[in-house]
């Protein structure tokens, strides 16, 4: 498998985003994930990234597997949660022999997935791993996330912590509707109190919201809901442009 754009910027990613996405979807995850399936049922979490919604699946009683393509951001996950089933694994091409539940993906994660055909391909996996009756939930973001977010104006953002630098700045093309997030990173080495600097590009792809309906749709999924971050509940910037999707087959 390829490396993950996110493999080098793994530990800045976990402490940077940890307290920010979690708590402020917590009123949406509420509405349409948490009370719609019971505690004890077996849930796949499609890029779990380095599981900060795993963690909260987990300690609600779900049976979780994670799943994603940064062999770095699953080593962190599995640090915080070794008796969790995490796996590397590409969202495009699902490979489990186990069936589930309910899919959760959060966090704007399939915007990473750059091309339409290709998330044809993760709504149909998720779609063959989960049991008749089975729930698909994701958010992910409109353009209008993109065109009101300063973040994404080529602004550095500089975050400084005990032993670490990091730098962060957006883009957004309008013409190829993608955003860029360039992270620079700098941690200092204990053993020759030396810095060591990693930087990573992020790519994300927003689609319309027609097409990502028919794409779900494509993939076999039926009673599809589109629901507005505003309207699941979000009532801070975090729900600007986001809308949630809930499918089940």
């Known amino acids: 498998m390829p490396s993950s754009s996110y493999d080098d910027i793994a530990g800045i ?14 009123p949406a995850l509420e509405k349409l994930f948490f009370s719609q399936v019971p505690p004890g049922s077996t849930v796949l979490d ?18 979780v597997t994670g799943i994603d393509s940064s062999a770095a951001l699953i080593a962190q996950a599995r640090a915080d949660l070794p008796d969790v089933d995490l796996r590397v694994q590409d969202a495009r091409a699902i490979q489990l022999e186990s069936r589930y539940q309910a899919a959760l993906s959060t ?4 915007n990473h997935v750059l091309s339409i055909e290709e998330l044809r391909s993760v709504f149909r996996g998720v779609c063959r791993v ?7 939930v994701f958010d992910m973001n409109l353009e209008h996330a993109y065109l009101s977010d300063h973040d994404w104006r080529q602004r550095w953002t500089v975050n400084i912590r005990d032993g670490s630098i990091g730098l962060v700045r957006g883009s957004y093309d309008v013409d190829e509707k993608k955003a860029r997030t360039e992270v620079i990173w700098f941690t200092r080495r204990e053993a020759d109190d030396l810095w060591e600097q990693r930087r990573s590009v992020v790519e994300q792809k927003c689609y319309p919201e027609s097409e990502i309906l028919i794409a ?3 993939a076999g999924f039926g009673e599809i809901e589109a629901v507005p971050a505003a309207d699941a509940g979000i009532r801070s ?7 949630f999707f809930v499918a089940r087959v």
């Open 13 to 26: 990613y976990h402490e940077l985003w940890a307290d920010w996405y979690l708590p402020a979807a917590k």
């Open 46 to 63: 499609v890029c779990c990234g380095s599981g900060h919604v795993t963690k909260e699946l987990v300690t609600r009683g779900y049976k």
């Open 107 to 110: 966090f704007d994660s399939l």
């Open 130 to 136: 989960l049991e008749p009756g089975g729930m698909f």
């Open 216 to 218: 779900l749709n494509d």
């Open 237 to 243: 910037r975090l729900g600007v442009g986001r809308i």
